[in-house]
């Protein structure tokens, strides 16, 4: 069966921003300078400034972002970094990519995020930053991560990639600390039409290291000051994302409505909703809920064409690429609960009202078989 509702959908959001993308791609291919330049540089203040951040340093990927920030803080081999294992690879690949070691800590079982107690029993003398993971777009418990991180003279490192325009007490992500790494991967909140990525911080000695290590050390075309990488953000795709990031308030106030609606849609089912915490406002990059039956109910939506996912079904801790690490089944378990249960309903700003009660419908269908 075609699908009725997917898990996102694109192609609905470029079609009432096509006159604006065109022009924006169009003007970078006829300027034909596709390497860095003005439009990179707009972008990276108008980030900035919605994130409330001093510095945003656009680069080629969430994934970059993640590298090169741990590079400019100073990470390397010898060095522990503890973060979530319920989240895409990325956030420990990074950390694996600068010589580092991850180490997993358990999560809270309401919002899903790097728990500070766990967190706190995972440190050793090697520990030199915290990685929370801010996954489906809420802010992790930052208040008492900041104080974690500080009682031990710890780096707090933000992994944004799910949470561009959340907030944790009123304050922005991307601003709680040292600094925030962003992906523009096209499903994102804010999405390009291609890989993109960017850190914000307020410290500019990052930020300029950062501005550095992205472009292959160089100050000037071939003076080089450091072995540094070739991570620049695509100019084309900074166009693009200076275009959608004048709408990203608005398509997030949708995604708060959609959530609220299926929230209160789906209030009184057999089934987990999302828990919000009372200091955070989720950006709503998934709204996920739980159920011990989830695999059932993902194979009844999929029948009746609607697009659920499951993020993420393998905890890092248990990746046959993480093997090394010698983690075992049980070491943590609300992350492997949670991973068995989860799953992800459709949500894009987009989406109709009668798309969502379609969705809700055919959940009540299963749940009262
Ligand atoms: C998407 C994502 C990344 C990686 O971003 P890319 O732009 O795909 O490299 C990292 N961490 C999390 C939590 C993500 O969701």
Known sequence: MAQKVP???????????????????????????????PDVRSFEEA?????????????????AALELTLRACGIGPGDEVVTSAHTFIATAEAISAVGARPVFADIDGQTYNL?????????????????PVHIYGQPAHMDALAALAARHDLLLIEDAAQAHGATWNGRKVGVLGAAACFSFYPGKNLGAYGD?????????????????????????????DLKGYGERMDTLQAAILCV?????????????RLAARYSELLAGCEIV?????????????????????????LAHLDANGIGAGVHYPVPLHLQPAYADLGYRRGDLPVTETVAETCLSLP?????????????VDTIKKFLDR
């Open 7 to 37: 898990l996102v959908d694109l192609h609905a959001q470029y079609r009432t921003i096509q006159p604006a993308i065109d022009a924006a791609i169009q003007s970078v291919i006829e300027r034909t300078a596709f390497i860095m330049g």
């Open 47 to 63: 980030f900035a400034r919605f994130c409330t951040a001093t510095h945003a340093v656009g680069v080629a990927s969430g994934t």
């Open 115 to 131: 728990d500070a107690q766990a967190a706190e029993a995972a440190l050793t003398p090697a520990t030199r930053a915290i990685l």
């Open 196 to 224: 993109a990525g960017a850190v914000t911080t307020n410290d500019g000695r990052i930020a300029e290291q950062i501005s550095l290590l992205r472009n292959h050390g160089r100050h000037s075309k071939y003076l080089h």
């Open 244 to 256: 959608k990031l004048d709408h990203l308030a608005q398509w997030t106030d949708a995604r708060r």
């Open 273 to 297: 909703l999302p828990f919000v915490d009372p200091a955070a406002n989720p950006a709503w990059h998934l709204y996920v809920i739980r159920t011990p039956a989830r695999d059932e109910l």
């Open 347 to 359: 949500l894009y700003p987009e989406m109709t009202d009668e798309q969502q009660e379609y969705v």
